[in-house]
């Protein structure tokens, strides 16, 4: 089984920009989908976007997120990477990468209660001061 660990956050002003990782351990890594996650206090998980496990690593974005977030992965090293640009004070939120074999489940996994990703990280705290 994979397991996840989120590392890179931290504190950042606003407008700037940070690249978190997900580090993978076990040899299954390249059979996965991922997926990067976040939660703000009080507030339900909401999806960043998510990567195929093809060589061509397609990726999916909601509306919401799309243009300044930037998803990519190097199976090579175990690892899936969240680029992040512009941050506001509002991305504060701790941030979780997930894996599961099947790209749609991490797609509709916080609008399906059928649906859950198979593996979770501990998650990386993201401050974004003002």
């Known amino acids: 089984q994979v397991q996840l660990v989120e590392s890179g956050g931290g504190l950042v002003q606003a407008g700037g920009s940070l690249r978190l990782s997900c580090a993978a351990s076990g040899r299954t890594f390249s059979n996965y989908a991922m997926g990067w996650f976040r939660q703000a206090p009080g507030k339900e998980r909401e999806l960043i976007g998510a990567i195929s496990r093809r060589s061509g690593f397609s990726t999916y974005y909601p509306d919401s997120m799309k243009g300044r977030f930037t998803i990519s992965r190097d199976n090579a090293k175990n690892t899936m990477y969240l680029q992040m640009n512009s941050l506001k004070p509002e991305d504060t939120a701790v941030y979780y990468c997930?894996?599961?074999?099947?790209?749609?489940?991490?797609?509709?996994?916080?609008?399906?209660?059928?649906?859950?990703?198979?593996?979770w990280g501990q998650g990386t705290l993201v401050t974004v001061s003002s």
């Open positions: 997930a894996a599961d074999l099947v790209l749609h489940t991490l797609v509709v996994a916080t609008t399906d209660k059928d649906k859950n990703p198979e593996v």
